[in-house]
């Protein structure tokens, strides 16, 4: 492993990753890619140490890439189920956690459908003096961190294998489609994207990226960008970048503005080196967000026939699980010469042993 | 373990099941159950290798029998639970298994309802040009290989502990009673002891072994063992070996046949030396297949009054879970004497070993 | 470890332990303390050992604390959740207890809502001549002896962390308070501060503490203490001691009185060392047993205020999971100056490690 700093102690959010750390993931999951590309795929860097993944809302494939990941630091793994939990007897879930950490254990993995659960959990934890580390494993509509690293690390890898870093998204134009309004997933890979300096193009129907809903995103980002002080009114016009039937593209005053919104696929896709699909909840329909599976696919689903307005060596992404033929269609998905959807998920394994190494390893 | 060569990269069915195999199969286990004789029962062998227990239906017995194995094995496990799963979310079935394929599996052991899906899974890794091994852990009411093989094993152990191998099935006689319609062991079973040249006589009432069904497994058997040249109408006649109260038996006019079938317990237990009992689905009541459960037993279950016609060592089977007094009698199945139901177990744990080890050790 | 001879073969009651044995599985549990407290929290004592968790009634607390502490002492585990199991396929749990051995497991952990289940799998296992041994995990509202053990060790490390002994609760005034009628870990722990030489004084209300039910309680430590000679109907006035509005406190006549019943918490609090909260499961104010948890609490339920009538060192303990604010107040509760609830989730692990430990090292 590269000798490090890594002072971070708990996971929960990239607002406020700096370079230096997502460079540090990206490094330590590139040495990890290799020891799973060994016949022994197995270090014995976390030996005696304990990672409870705490899974409050029900997770296979997120589960067991945290599972494997830990196993193969040679940690020891516990994993809570809720349906089968103290949880149903009426227990808080501090208390929950707290029980965990005083059966001996040193990393949290934890998901929750309540956004900041995870770092109501790290703030306890730290309230009690405690050297127990929480990594968020996706909360509510809030964040998903580990997910936006493994697809950083994804397409860096993709540009340069031996020596993935932040800096080589720079000025890339990615775009991220679907389901913007509740996606977790495009949170985090808004702030880490927006962090490398890439050009992040959000495309959705209105009824999933509302105008309100953008214009805080905006806000949020921007207002980072430039500091509080910047915060106001005023400044939101400048940059609402949205592009719509009746309502044509808004451009930026900004020197360089890197986040853009579309009510429409096509101006998100031109000459995109990436597109991220985002999944698509089935329960939106019920909620009359959507017209149909079929309309969605027809105007936001990825095709090859769509991906030929981007440039000509784009790939796609998406976190999984796919619905075939909605987000994207279904020979895409399985086309190796775009689809990098296999790879996100190999990824995942070497990005989570990345997280579980950094944070576990300053407890010695 | 012993040196040996094995080609074969998944274990889906044993209909085409080499003699070899069969017989490696049974050395490696025997070398196993010495191993689990031991105070520690572990081997490196799969040390940093990953098996995936993937069971979309839920089961307790074999998945816990696959894991111990793994675990002896030194293999590092993961368990789907199809319950708590992405399955539920809309994904594919071949998409998980391509999702636990890219998390690093070396071997996915799969249970599924339906007939064919181990099948399925097996010929798309195989597409994509990957490694990785299935292995069948039962599929619909198609086949369950290790099942057979475990019974195969107990049996052929009981005869020559120190070297057991197919031939010794050689003119056994060997009753399977019960559900044979419904039952992916019998068919698996009936694979592995036809392949011995064991005479094997299946006993059910007529709506659990219909006459077109009896013919169509005659016609599978026997046209596999003839060439595909002599599958045909007439043939099957001569192969019809039915016996009940209103058609009496019907005898083979090929030179040694194999494969008898009975709609009457007894004809199927005289002189038998091995008596496999099915579980029998409390479902089938429900679907009208039985009349009652008690009537079964009195019919066809199992008993030591009934186990008079068979020879005096005769021994009996059952894969498990057994309902007492229904497929065999309480006090039978407790008795040392004629049970082997408990050595099926302690088999199945060497007979798993086996195969993990066979499709693992060829990864290196 | 310390070396000692450790006869007990399961670990189902502690209504028989010997003074030694309880010294033994506190020095043995302070020993793995001090492994916990270490970097690499595992010891290799249980390697190639099976520990199966047989929960036939859900849990995550206990189950968590014993796989924890199996691996460890390197030991497999098998997870077995009743919902998923062939229990639900009409399998009995003899059966299922019996599949586990024949797999291989050394150590049967069981958990089940019918009081007597562990005992029945300790007699069959016994009555095979097999070496398993089987450990209760809680069962109906029978015994829980971990748990007791556990809250034993808890206290006696808090006394003297150096060297935990039963003797040092002598004399020692503790309080059990709540749900006596249903609490299978009151009934573990009643035995074992008896036989420390403490006395116990046991509050709930009327419903939760009947008259018969009260009587039978003294009946059977009272039986115990003398000789099953001094059992009788006339002897049952004698240790009757029950304090409540209507009917003042019975003084006992007995020399030494150790175990006091009261329907106020008062009395029960009054100088009292250690306060042990029971868990009150909300199923009991359907069943009319309560007027409402506020009012519960009102009486019966721990608070700062009411602490006052203990000692001024008085330490709470709970079983967890903890209703805040019904059993004891949620301020307190965090309070680490008075609880102990964490110290016990803690004590756990090393207790569960010490009773595996003991159960598994006599199978070489």
Redesign the interface.
């Known amino acids: 492993m590269p000798t490090t700093t890594w002072n971070r102690h708990h996971i929960l959010s990239l607002a406020d990753f700096t370079t230096t750390e997502y460079d540090t993931v990206l490094q330590t999951a590139a040495s990890f890619q290799e020891v799973?590309s060994?016949?022994?795929?197995?270090v014995p860097t976390l030996?005696?140490?304990?990672v409870?993944n705490l899974f409050f809302e029900?997770?296979?494939?997120t589960r067991?890439?945290f599972?494997?990941a830990a196993?193969?630091l040679s940690a020891?793994t516990?994993n809570?189920?809720a349906?089968?939990?103290?949880i149903t007897?009426?227990?808080?879930i501090l208390?929950?956690a707290?029980?965990?950490?005083?059966?001996?254990t040193d990393i949290m993995v934890v998901r929750h459908r309540e956004a900041g659960v995870p770092n109501a959990i790290a703030a306890e934890m730290d309230r009690l003096g405690v050297r127990v580390s929480v990594l968020n494993a996706g909360d509510g509509q809030h964040e998903h961190p580990s997910q936006a690293l493994l697809d950083l690390f994804t397409i860096c890898t993709l540009i340069d294998p031996a020596s993935p870093r932040l800096e080589l998204l720079k000025g890339k134009k990615i775009a991220i489609v679907g389901d913007i309004l509740h996606s977790r997933v495009a949170r985090s890979n808004i702030w880490s994207l927006i962090a490398s300096g890439a050009q992040v193009h959000l495309a959705a129907p209105p009824t999933l990226l509302p105008k309100l809903f953008a214009e805080y995103i905006l806000e949020e980002v921007g207002g980072k960008e430039q500091g509080a002080g910047s915060r106001g009114q005023g400044a939101k016009g400048d940059k609402l970048i949205l592009s719509s039937p009746s309502s044509p593209t808004l451009h930026s005053r900004l020197p360089t503005p890197q986040l853009f919104l579309h009510w429409q696929l096509e101006p998100a896709l031109q000459n995109a080196d990436f597109v991220m699909t985002l999944r698509l909840q089935?329960e939106r329909m019920t909620a009359h967000l959507l017209p149909s599976l079929r309309e969605y696919h027809q105007l936001f689903g990825i095709t090859r026939t769509k991906l030929q307005l981007c440039k000509p060596k784009v790939k796609v992404l998406h976190p999984?699980?796919?619905?075939?033929g909605v987000e994207i269609s279904s020979d895409l998905m399985d086309d190796p010469e775009f689809s990098l959807i296999?790879?996100?998920?190999?990824s995942?394994?070497a990005v989570r042993m990345a997280l579980l190494y950094l944070l576990g390893s300053g407890?010695?």
Chains 1, 2, 3 share one sequence.
């Open positions: 799973l060994r016949r022994t795929k197995k030996q005696g140490q304990v409870a029900p997770s296979t494939r067991s890439s599972e494997i196993k193969r020891d516990l809570f189920a349906a089968t939990s103290s007897k009426g227990e808080t208390d929950t707290k029980t965990y950490l005083a059966m001996g089935k999984g699980p796919v619905n075939r296999q790879s996100q998920v190999t995942g394994v407890k010695a």
